[in-house]
Structure formats: C-alpha cells, structure tokens
C-alpha cells in the first residue's frame, strides 16, 4: 500500500494537477500548436520543393536537395535545433531581439522538410509512368504534365504518411524548450516539466502528457481513417478495371482521363 500511496502522491496528485492545468490550456497548448502547425506548413512547402529538385534531371538541382535531406533526416532534432537555435541567436538577436522562438519554428521547419519532401517524392515515384506520358501526348509540357496530373496523385497517395509526419512534429516541438524559451513562450512539456521541478511533483508533467495524447491520438485514428479509405478506392478502382471489357484494361486510357479531367 505504501508503494501505491506513494506512485499516488508522485503522479496523480490533484491539487497539483489542478495547479497547472490553468498554465497549460491558456499558455502551453497554444505555443505547442503554434509551433507544430507553422512547421508543418512552412516544412510542407520546403518538402515540396526538395521533392521536386530532387527528382529533377539538373544534377545542380537533385545533388543538393539531396545532401540537405540526407544532412537534416540524419542528424537527431535536439542537434538541429541546438545548432540553430543556438548557432544563429546572434542573428536572430538583430532582426527580432532576444526571441528563440523564431529560431525554433525554423529549426523544426528544416527537419519536417527533409523528412516531407521524402514523403512526396516516394509518393510522386509511385504514381505510373504512363500518366505523365498520355499527359504530353495531349499537349501539356513536362512541368504543367507534373503539377496537374502526377503531383496530385501522388500527394493523395501519402496522405497517411503526411499526418503521420504532423504527428512526430507535435511530438518533437517539446525539444524546442532547448532554446530557453520566454515564459510566455512556453509549451507544454516545459510547463509540466517547470511545474514538476518546482514541486518535486510530476503530477503536472503527465497532464502536459494527457495533452499530447488528446492531441496525437484522435490524428492517428485520422491516419488509419484516411488508409483505409485509400486502400478500398484502390481495391475498387481495380475491380472496375478488371471488369471493365471496353477499354478500361488498357494501359493509356485511365491516364488519358485523368489528363483531359486536370486539364
């Protein structure tokens, strides 16, 4: 019983629960969402870019998107982040003042791109040669053939990966307290890990974990959603194929559709 008594008093007391659950809606929940939304977004758009470069022809574009990706899926993110953070805080000190967070976003952004840009470029990958050739053959040049038949395509068919990406973000943004962030800065687990210091509680510290599962787990139930529903629409698209005697079996005609539909 004491063991118990004690796990109790170490982990789920109430009063300090109740303590920091203020300081974690209002403060650390938005920071945490602030800071895994604009990294996913800004790590999207970069993603894209070394997905394409590195699909390129032009060695000048591949080689260095990929070195940037190997470099940045490579290092562990606390490294990523200290060296940015860190490395560039004199720089930061001129264009925003004494702000880290900033430099966090940035840091975190740089990782998410390298590991998206690999999502997208798989996803491009898998998408049939034939789409891009039936979409030159009706008169789209190779770069309006990629961004309006195979990108599409292929950003559908990493969906899951993608939300699965968003995930780990959520989950790295934790690091970002590294930097030293403002009290007003604050995420979550630098909340619950400050409230635990200061207590010798780490009764705050598993709320700010409750938070994280409030957050992560409803996104993976997303993720196997959204799985699912692509499998079914493949399963079905190739029982409609298989059955189809009048056309749908040959091997231009399905990208030749979705070429005249994008166009």
């Known amino acids: 019983m004491d063991i118990l008594t004690t796990l109790q008093e170490t982990f789920f007391d109430l009063d300090a629960m109740r303590a920091a659950l203020p300081e ?47 470099i940045f899926r490579g290092l562990p993110a606390a490294v990523t982040i200290l060296l940015i953070g860190v490395g ?23 990782i998410a791109s390298a590991y998206i840009g690999e999502i997208f470029r798989s996803g491009i990958q898998s998408v049939e040669q034939g789409q891009l050739e039936a979409a030159r053959a009706l008169g789209f040049s190779r770069s309006s053939g990629m961004r309006l038949v195979v990108i599409p395509q292929g950003v559908r068919r990493v969906l899951p990966a993608l939300v699965n990406q ?69 399963r079905a698209h190739g029982a409609a194929r298989t059955d189809d005697p009048t056309g749908g079996d040959h091997p231009v005609a399905r990208p030749l559709a979705l070429t005249q539909e994008a166009r």
């Open 24 to 70: 974690l809606v209002r403060v650390g929940l938005p920071n945490t969402l602030i800071l895994a939304l604009t990294s996913a977004v800004i790590g999207t758009v970069l993603g894209m870019v070394l997905a394409v470069c590195g699909l390129s022809h032009r060695r000048w574009l591949r080689w260095p998107a990929r070195l940037f990706t190997d």
């Open 166 to 234: 968003f995930i780990a973000l959520i989950k790295e943004s934790s690091l970002v307290y590294f930097l030293g962030l403002l009290a007003s800065q604050r995420d979550l687990f630098r909340i619950g890990q400050d409230a635990a210091a200061n207590t010798g509680n780490q009764s705050a510290l598993v709320v700010a974990g409750l938070f994280y599962l409030l957050i992560t787990v409803p996104l993976t139930h997303v993720v196997n959603a959204i799985d699912r529903r692509l499998r079914d629409g493949r």
């Open 88 to 110: 560039l805080a004199p720089v930061g000190l001129q264009i925003w003042g004494p702000n880290p967070y900033p430099l966090g976003i940035l840091a975190l952004s740089l």
